[in-house]
């Protein structure tokens, strides 16, 4: 929203010395944020009319000439050296002095104009092109000319601001810092807050057009004073439509309406003013008076826009008696607006329901600067107040018009003043700083409240009308009038003194943020974030059900619009991206899945999902030995893994499930399924793992136990079998373990070989098994026994001991 | 015995001047060897008379053992020598490159998250989680934000499929942390002092400044004597620890239906000290956040007793906070997983 200066000090007074830019930040810190002003301009500053009294030749260049300018008196005030081509004797200029800022040739940042010699011929100041002193520059300007201004005959001396009608400073409020301020929306509700603040006075609007008291009054019938709580209309006659004054024009101008004639411009003027929305009718399109009335199932209008809206039975209309009028609060009719013809007008100043506007706009689609105020709910006693003014402007504004009766005012019964009661000593145990009695009294009374002594040691505060629709009803919105008028940045900041108290833990959290240090720093892996959603293609292409997934109806775009029961789609298309700057890579996200599993409220769970993507033959296991590592960093005690897992974008073969005790699933490890790489464009598979963090949080072991080092020797053990490449690895070391469970300690592979040398259907497999007993060394007959043992269960298994 | 004198003379002067270990090693056998000059003296005491023979074998021994040392101190400073001398000659390049032991990144919101946690957490904040598919209710109605009122329209919501729930309304995706607020109290009630981080959704178009998706810190704390002031406090001492300078902080009125007094809190900005600069636009303060006393609708919604409690709320995008960290300039490198982004912070 514009607020205009010069408007604003209609109002009320702004102390001297209290320069735009104080306004502003003052503003913003007491009230509403002000996100910044213009003036008219600062290359306008000390810029004047001035006359060309004489004009020489330059001795020493063609191109340039001397002027000796006049500003006022008859002789001429300063000697300039100027390059115009269109300078002529008598041209009436714009004139910088020396300290005047300007733009050389419009371009850059201004600078400071000094005294200067020009090639030998000293110069003054400045003659100056429109783009010079940040005016747009007319077409009949050349470009090597400056402004002419001999057209408007104005009076050397004068400041070109005051000439051009730009010595005003405009102030943008941001809006949404005005939600809860139904009085802000004008230059009237602003002044309020202006006065309060430097405790200058308010001007009251008091207008007392001439009413008569018999004549041709508005009929108004309102249906709901639910929806219309007031409706204040009367007719005008002998309206001549013609061109607003001056005055008025600038002053919209100013805050950045555009202007159309005298009757459509005071009511644009009134709703920037006061902030009451107006609407003009032509009385001769209405069908006898005036109805408030929700719209007829199927019922349409076309709008001032001249598009036709379809409207629904909960949408309130103004209507005469055949056909709607106006969409209540939001917009006009096409058909019975001002037109040029219009002489006699009916003005509607009403209040609706804030709700019901916003519902209405918001199904419609329209956004109209009086939804904007309806919305927030304005003061019914402003509708009667921006009636007055607007019967008062309109007969200043078009000469002959004349009120055809009483203003017909239909309103609900009036509610009584609000009170609250307001305890100084809470208001500053909230605000943390003792604010006075009286000062608490001058603030609140500054803005407009009644205060008056309540019971005991409290005030008993009268909210007026205009702050008390949805803005000020408790005694926080008092104490927040108080704190934010003393000024926030007088409190000081204080530490509370609570007690010492260690949190609650929040054990989830703690181990998240180690998980990241440990698969950061201790596996290499770089976390990355995605979005929570995917598209129908995406989870396509994983072959993923749509059925458990929640979906989103207001989607942005086709690829968000199911929210992820897997970290795997979105780290895919990362990882996708990803490949044309770097070769290879390790990734993970930690973040949270969301499945509709028949509730109301969705299963939220937090899966880290890992992807190796390298051309490294092993890299299967590569997955699978930072699973486990993962696995044992969470201290999970037990968990199976079991061959092949059931998510539909795993590698058949390549897949395993990790499985708690309970037979819970904890997580996968797996190559992707080529079909899946390939949908995601993946020249290669990557090897991934999808750990259940919600799920294994709560298997953690807690606490750590020692065990004594071992007190006798073990023995070590090197066997090398070579069997059929279709046995499994898993199964030759259970076989080897079972030789002596209690004396085996461990087994470790350390050599597989195919290929040469040996034949094609068979691998060559070594372990280091490590021998240990608790309670003595190990005798040469122990070690043969397990060693015999061992060769006759890998025997067993088709196996070949070699070296044997 | 003044040949036992001359004996230790000669043999001092020869282990003092031995230049090598071979050559003591020489004079050692020499001495001390089986068949060396105080072995054989040694061997033959047995021939002295039995009154000399003890007083010799004595003397004998005194000098065996002095010469032994003697012995192993120079060969020590003679190894010394060779150690060095061979070290000498040895050529060894520091400059050939580290073995290369690459490590990852950890996201930098991740990062500055647990930070920001860790921070809250030693002023005694306990760190809460919520939902993310949240209910109108706990996203808009329990925080004094009824159906039509018009803030709504500055938190563009993405709605869920599906049919409301009589108390729940609709599920949204969150578009705050606030939700737990009102969730925080009714589990632990008053007093309560937690921070909430965690990801919030707006429907709304993308560019360098908007996401659809970012990161959000609920702060709250609930007691007796809990007042503006002390807002400015504990955000003071938050985002001076945070940016490890002093930080100034000040309040502008703000609207927020869920706090009365609302407020919105800037600090001064860190790069020209709150002298203006480009960064903060001349004003010298950064926009930060959004604050206020907790609104009594928002205490009784949590089952917390105005008349008893009064505390305030805040809430913060961690994105900004760290856009303006470090100057990143484009807000979707967060959810982009450009690697070349995310090594940056490693």
Redesign the interface.
């Given at each position: 929203m514009y607020v205009s200066l010069e408007w604003l000090k209609q109002f009320t007074s702004i102390p001297k010395g209290i320069k735009p830019e104080e306004l502003a930040?003052t503003l913003?810190?007491?009230?509403?944020?002000v996100e910044g002003f213009s003036e008219g301009s600062e290359l306008l500053d000390g810029v004047v009319v001035g006359q060309v009294k004489e004009l020489h030749p330059h001795p020493n260049a063609d191109k340039l000439r001397i002027a000796m300018v006049s500003i006022g008196s008859s002789q001429p005030n300063a000697k300039v050296v100027c390059g115009g081509d269109n300078l002529e004797e008598g041209m009436l200029i714009a004139y910088a002095e020396p300290g005047c800022k300007v733009k050389w040739h419009g371009e850059g940042e201004p600078v400071v104009l000094e005294k200067v010699k020009i090639r030998g011929e000293e110069s003054a100041g400045m003659i100056c092109a429109s783009e010079e002193i940040g005016l747009e520059k007319p077409k009949s300007e050349g470009p090597e000319s400056i402004l002419d201004l001999s057209a408007m005959k104005p009076k050397p001396g004068t400041p070109i601001a005051e000439l051009l009608k730009l010595d005003d400073t405009v102030f943008e409020f941001d809006n949404?810092?005005l939600?809860?301020?139904p009085d802000l929306w004008g230059h009237y509700g602003i002044a309020r807050e202006v006065s309060a603040i430097y405790k200058t006075p308010f001007k009251q609007l008091n207008p007392k057009p001439k009413l008569p008291t018999k004549g041709d009054k508005l009929k108004v019938d309102i249906h709901s004073y639910d929806l219309c709580p007031r409706y204040c209309g009367v007719v005008i006659k002998n309206i001549t439509i013609q061109d607003s004054p001056e005055w008025i024009k600038k002053r919209l101008k100013a805050v950045g309406h555009q202007t159309y004639n005298n009757i459509v411009d005071v009511t644009n003027y009134i709703s920037s003013e006061l902030g009451q929305p107006l609407h003009a009718f032509d009385r001769n399109l209405i069908k006898k008076g005036i109805v408030v009335r929700t719209a007829t199932k199927g019922e349409k209008i076309k709008a001032i826009d001249e598009k036709t809206y379809k409207l629904t039975e909960e949408m309130l209309l103004i209507a005469d008696h055949e056909n709607p009028i106006a969409i209540a609060g939001v917009m006009g009719g096409h058909e019975s607006g001002i037109n040029p013809d219009t002489t006699e007008i009916i003005i509607e100043s009403a209040n609706f329901n804030?709700?019901n506007v916003?519902?209405t706009a918001t199904t419609l689609g329209l956004r109209t600067e009086s939804v904007q105020r309806f919305?927030?709910q304005l003061d019914p006693e402003l509708a009667h107040l921006a009636m007055l003014r607007a019967i008062e402007l309109i007969l200043e504004v078009s000469p002959g018009a004349t009120v055809a009766g009483p203003i017909t005012d239909n309103h609900a019964p009036k509610k009584k003043p609000r009170t609250i009661e307001l305890d100084p000593a809470r208001t500053a145990?909230?605000?943390?700083?003792q604010i006075d009695k009286a000062q608490i009294k001058e603030i609140l009374t500054g803005l407009q409240f009644k205060v008056t002594p309540g019971t005991k040691n409290t005030l008993k505060v009268e909210v007026p009308s205009f702050r008390a629709q949805k803005d000020v009803s408790?005694e926080?919105?008092l104490?927040?009038e108080v704190?934010?008028i003393y000024g926030?940045?007088k409190?000081?900041?204080?530490?509370?003194s609570?007690p010492?108290?260690?949190?609650?833990?929040?054990p989830?959290?703690t181990v998240k943020?180690d998980l990241?240090?440990f698969?950061?720093?201790g596996?290499?892996?770089?976390?990355?974030?995605?979005?929570?959603f995917y598209s129908k293609d995406d989870l396509e292409n994983c072959s993923l059900d749509e059925e458990t997934h929640?979906?989103?109806?207001?989607?942005?775009s086709e690829d968000?619009t199911h929210?992820r029961t897997t970290l795997v789609p979105?780290l895919l298309?990362?990882i996708h991206?990803?490949t044309k700057?770097?070769p290879e890579?390790?990734?993970y996200e930690?973040g949270?899945t969301?499945k509709d599993i028949g509730e109301?409220?969705?299963l939220?769970e937090k899966w880290v999902c890992g992807a190796i993507h390298n051309t490294d033959k092993n890299k299967f296991y590569q997955a699978k030995g930072a699973a486990e590592a993962i696995l044992r960093y969470l201290k999970i005690p037990f968990y199976k893994l079991i061959p092949s897992c059931e998510i539909p974008y795993a590698h058949p073969n390549e897949s395993i499930t990790i499985m708690a005790p309970t037979g819970e699933t904890l997580g996968m490890i797996f190559t992707l399924h080529p079909q899946t790489a390939k949908n995601f464009s993946l020249q290669s598979n990557p090897t991934l793992f999808e750990l259940n963090f919600s799920a294994l949080i709560n298997l953690a072991k807690k606490g750590r136990s020692f065990k004594d080092l071992p007190k006798f020797p073990g023995t070590l053990l090197d066997i090398s079998v070579l069997v059929d490449k279709t046995i499994e690895i898993g199964t030759l070391k259970n076989a080897i373990e079972k030789a002596d469970k209690s004396l085996i300690k461990s087994v470790e592979l350390f050599d597989l070989y195919e290929g040469d040398n040996i034949a094609a259907d068979k691998k060559s497999v070594a372990f280091k098994i490590t021998l240990q007993a608790e309670d003595r060394t190990l005798k040469d007959e122990d070690m043969k026994r397990i060693q015999e043992q061992i060769f006759s269960n890998l025997q067993k298994l088709g196996g070949k001991i070699r070296g044997l | 015995m003044e040949n036992l004198d001359k004996l230790k003379k000669e043999a001092l002067q020869l282990i003092e001047k031995a230049k090598s270990l071979p050559s003591l090693k020489e004079l050692e056998v020499k001495f001390l060897g089986r068949k060396g000059q105080l072995t054989t003296l040694l061997r033959d005491l047995k021939n002295l008379p039995e009154n000399k023979r003890k007083r010799a074998g004595q003397d004998l021994n005194i000098l065996k053992t002095e010469l032994e040392n003697t012995f192993s101190k120079k060969e020590k400073t003679l190894e010394k020598t060779d150690m060095e001398a061979n070290l000498s000659k040895e050529f060894f390049d520091t400059t050939y490159p580290g073995a290369e032991r690459?490590?990852?990144?950890?996201?930098i919101?991740?990062q500055t998250q647990?930070e920001v946690?860790d921070i809250f957490?030693q002023m005694?904040?306990?760190?809460?989680?919520g939902?993310?598919?949240e209910?109108e209710y706990y996203n808009f109605e329990g925080l004094n934000i009824p159906?039509?009122h018009?803030?709504r329209d500055?938190q563009d919501t993405?709605?869920?499929?599906g049919k409301p729930?009589r108390k729940?309304g609709r599920?949204v995706?969150r578009t705050h942390t606030s939700p737990n607020q009102v969730r925080a109290m009714e589990k632990?009630g008053a007093?309560l002092?937690?921070i909430v981080p965690g990801?919030v959704?707006r429907?709304?178009?993308t560019d360098a400044r908007h996401e659809?998706?970012f990161h959000q810190v609920e702060g709250m704390?609930i007691?007796k004597?809990?007042?503006?002031?002390?807002l400015?406090?504990?955000?003071?001492?938050f985002l001076s620890r945070l940016f490890g300078k002093e930080v100034e902080?000040?309040?502008?009125?703000?609207?927020f239906?869920f706090v009365?007094?609302?407020?919105?809190l800037d600090f001064s900005c860190l790069l020209c000290n709150g002298k203006g600069c480009r960064v903060c636009k001349k004003?010298g303060w950064v926009e930060f956040m959004g604050a206020g006393?907790t609104?009594?609708h928002v205490l009784r919604a949590g089952g917390v007793d105005p008349k008893k409690y009064?505390g305030w709320a805040f809430g913060f995008g961690l994105e900004r906070l760290v856009m303006m960290r470090y100057g990143i300039n484009d807000i979707r490198y967060?959810?982009?997983?450009?690697?070349?982004f995310?090594?940056q912070f490693k």
């Open positions: 930040s913003t810190l007491k009230t509403a944020e949404k810092s939600t809860h301020r804030g709700a916003r519902r919305e927030k145990s909230k605000i943390g700083i408790t926080d919105d104490i927040e704190a934010r926030y940045d409190i000081e900041p204080v530490l509370p609570l010492t108290k260690l949190p609650e833990e929040n989830e959290r943020h990241r240090k698969l950061s720093y596996l290499n892996f770089n976390e990355i974030q995605s979005y929570s929640v979906k989103i109806e207001n989607y942005l968000q929210m979105n298309k990362t991206s990803n700057n770097h890579f390790k990734l930690i949270r969301y109301f409220f969705p939220e | 690459q490590t990852g990144a950890i996201h919101l991740s647990k946690e957490s005694g904040f306990m760190i809460v989680d939902p993310e598919i209910s159906a039509d018009p803030a500055m993405f709605f869920i499929e729930d729940q599920l995706l632990y007093p002092r937690m990801r959704f429907n709304e178009a659809h998706t704390l007691d004597e809990i007042s503006i002031a002390t400015k406090g504990i955000m003071k001492e902080v000040r309040f502008r009125p703000g609207y239906p009365e007094p609302g407020m919105e004003t006393m609104h009594e009064q967060f959810q982009g997983g450009d690697l070349r995310i090594n």
